[in-house]
């Protein structure tokens, strides 16, 4: 990892952590139990259906938040399609991988089938994800609700924005690579043409075998599991495994700097610390400038995947 790179996950983990701390609510247009009156059954329909689904795609549900939201505004633009030729957020490399966009609209019609109200596809990626973590052995996460759907895709800027896997996202999510299972074309790096000296050579053969290629088939989905141990299980064994260099990714570098290693040794030491760091993450990144009131739209149609 560069030290620029570094830097930039230190300055972006310092900035949500006092955020975190801040006792004063910069979203007032956000509260809980938004849809207790207009449609009070929303968020037990919308668990139903993410315990209706794989554990697999469990981590989709969580991805969701952390792309829409990063980008500017959590508006859901994760999910416009654009018919001008020009590429949508989904369509871009950083979106490699993604899947399951669809469960987002299954969830939306088995709630309209209960209420005439319109719960927005935008707070159905919240809860969704809400309910996920919980699915993967997570904590249960308050959060407030109230979004509105905006109607630009940021896929033009959205390398400015969303911080890279190899940058940071392990700091914001405080160690969503515990479920992580990063595509083989983003491990290529540290594997070719030889391997990082700085990864464990017990777990080397194992990425090997899951990643033969040197340039995989960029339209193909490999990946291998950042955690063996408990792959489908959102625990705190992710940073065990980096201070033994078992993680996977570049960021997970962080283990041996000195000005974070005491942080993921705690990380490491303390589960129930990881689980109460990792809420106030979640909590945070779900507030990043949503459009409320009568700002941006509720979109009434079938699909929450809109054409532009």
């Known amino acids: 990892m560069t030290s620029k790179a570094l830097f930039f996950a230190l300055l ?19 509260v809980m ?21 794989q554990q697999n795609n469990a981590f989709s549900w969580l991805r969701n938040v952390f792309h829409d939201c990063f980008v500017e505004s959590y508006d859901v633009s994760l999910l416009l399609e654009l018919t ?7 369509e871009t490399d950083r979106s490699f991988g993604m899947r399951n966009f669809r469960y987002i609209d ?9 209420s005439h109200y319109f719960v927005s596809c935008t707070d159905i990626i ?6 996920g973590i919980v699915a993967l052995g997570g904590p249960h996460i308050p959060l407030k609700t109230g979004r509105r759907h905006g109607r630009r895709s940021r896929a033009d800027i959205l390398e400015q924005h969303l911080p890279s896997h190899n940058g940071s996202l392990v700091l914001c999510l405080r160690g969503a690579h515990s479920v992580f299972f990063p595509q083989c074309i983003k491990l290529v790096q540290r594997l070719y043409p030889e ?5 464990n050579p017990e777990h080397v053969h194992h990425i090997l075998k899951k990643c033969p290629n040197s340039i995989p088939d960029s339209k193909a989905v490999h990946y291998v599991r950042n955690d063996r141990g408990t792959p489908m299980k959102l625990d705190n ?29 705690k990380m490491a030491k303390s589960q129930h610390y990881f689980f109460k760091e990792f809420s106030r993450a979640i909590t945070v990144l779900s507030k990043n400038n949503p459009l409320t009131g009568t700002k941006g739209e509720i979109r009434k149609q079938l699909s929450c995947q809109q054409a532009l």
Not at 12 to 30: K, R, V, Y
Not at 126 to 131: E, I, K, L
Not at 245 to 262: H, I, P, Y
């Open 195 to 199: 391997v990082d000296p700085q990864l």
């Open 126 to 131: 919240v809860f969704s994800g809400r309910d």
């Open 33 to 53: 139990d938004y849809y207790k009156d207009t449609c009070p059954q929303s968020e037990d329909i919308i668990k139903e259906q993410v315990n209706q689904q």
């Open 12 to 30: 972006l983990f310092s900035a949500l952590s006092a955020f975190a701390e801040e006792e004063e609510d910069d979203n007032p247009g956000l």
């Open 106 to 114: 299954t969830i939306k019609e088995a709630v309209e089938r209960e």
């Open 237 to 265: 064994n992710y940073y065990r495994n980096i201070l033994d260099n078992k993680g996977l990714m570049l960021v997970d570098q962080l283990a041996v700097d000195k000005r974070t290693k005491l942080y993921v040794k």
């Open 84 to 90: 001008s030729g020009m590429l949508s957020e989904m």
